[in-house]
């Protein structure tokens, strides 16, 4: 992903920053001005490390202070395109009126009506220039506020200071409009009541706005994984509190993305469902949301992550198959070989720590697969005693999950460990079946939701009022970038102005 | 291509870090011989002075480098958790 990769690349910037000055310390040049540089690198180079440290922190407390207001930017971002509309409609409005009155075959009446819509006209290009600078700022925020930050420090580690000023900048052209824009609600309010107009004629008072995103859902993504890093493919993720479950899908690589429905605040069970087992292992994870989500940036609009790494004694294995045992896997081979239209899966598991003798062993595979052996090795350690199967559902796929018990003989067990040899063949166009569909970690439909909001927003516009309610929002927009835009630009000369160079002073 | 990119900063990276190092014996020799000189004039020797002082920081800050860095994401972290856990 674009963040991870920028903050990889500010990362090494800042130690080639450090280790730059270093050199520089290092010339054997008694010159003092050139001597001078080199503290200054290797502290740009540490400040530039503490930003990156503090990326996702800086963001989170942009969006904190962001949520005081009551408002969010999505609600800022619908009412504005909801303006946009109107005049849109308006501007319709006043070419059909033109089209009817040029049927009448009297005089010019298209000109009366021009002459008559000049007012609503001015108003018109007012609405559409401050309603177009306010979307494209706050798109451009909603969007790409992770990407602008970690683009800004990376710019920001360049040595020598080349290219400070302009991640300084980015870094504050993003917190600070991040957290300024949900307050524009508020400094709307106050100039359109200085107009005379009360605030139920405004569309931030509809309340069909106000049950879009709110700051108490709290949508995340992670990965699963076994203890060895194996995923598997389109498994369900399960959160589960007293009244509701809502199951996510695992795309082939294991990311799943809990976004639609997002969980709201509460505290949850989360658990993996895959092939017919409901793996509960780590013992039922009790997740607090968001407390003990992590706050990340790395996708823009899934602001936390929660990876779900499963304990050593569950396996995921290929190409769609699970193996919840009672000994630890320490290692894990897989050989394919074709036989016919088949191709034949070996598994061997290197398994240790076991307490009691008895092997207990459950393994989901699609019924499309055929295992054909399930061996402990070297035969001297012990073997299976009983194998049942069982046919479950899962998601609407047929599978088979056998129960598999052994008897090892712990007294005969070399190197802390013996062997699980599991063979299975499946056909050799066998498809990863999706148990909830098409799987995708970005939440496309959230764009959607805005578009339904939109048309309702656009109903309830009530145009006798629009020429004090233009002027009065137009003024409100500009007025208002041009305070945020003061505020960026004194953030950025704080960030990038002042370094704290109390860290390392060694020169006299 | 941010992984090539990644590539040719860490090698830069390295190779500054070992010019550095080679840089500290050719400083750190110099100044002794700048300050050992056997000619009565006080500034070459206190350059020489200057450059073996600037050698040994320069080599300890060189010695601590990943050090001093890990510390500072100790730091941030701690901030993180702290920042995060509240709000």
Known sequence: MLVSQLLAIATQLAVLTYYTGVLIYMLPIPLKRLKRLAPHLMVDGLYAALLIGLFSTLLYVSDYIGSLSGYTLMDVLVTTQGYFRGVLELYYMKKMYELLMSAIPIGKPSLAISIIFIPLMVVYTFIVSASLSLLSIVLSVINLKAELMALGVALYAVPLRLARSAGASLIAFALVVNAALPFFPHWMKMILSSVGLSEKELFWENETLTTYPTPSLHPFWGRVTDSLGDAPKYAVVAVENSTTVILYQTNRQGYYAASNPAPSTGTYDIYVDYMGLKITEPPLMRVRVPADLEPTYEATILPYRFDIKLSSIVKFLEPQAILWTNCAIEDAEHYIAPDGDRIVHSNVLKCTFMISPELHAMMGLPSACRLRSFLIQPPSVGGVTRATLEQRDWHGLQVDVYSIVGLVNLTKIENGGFTLRIDYDCPRNYVPYQPLGVSSLEPDSLYAQVTAELEKSVEKADMMNIIPFGIAFSLSVFSFLTIVMLIVRDTARLIGAYSPSIVIEPLR | ?87
């Open chain 2, 1 to 87: 291509m941010a992984q090539g990119i990644t590539e040719l900063i860490s090698q830069l990276t390295q190779q500054v870090v070992s010019a550095a190092w080679g840089l500290f014996l050719l400083t750190w020799s110099l100044g002794w011989i700048l300050r050992g000189a056997p000619i009565p004039f006080l500034r070459v020797k206190r350059a020489g002075q200057d450059l073996v002082e600037d050698a040994v920081w320069a080599a300890f800050w060189l010695a601590v480098g990943s050090t001093i860095f890990a510390a500072v994401s100790y730091i941030a972290n701690t901030i993180s958790s702290s920042v995060t856990g509240v709000g």
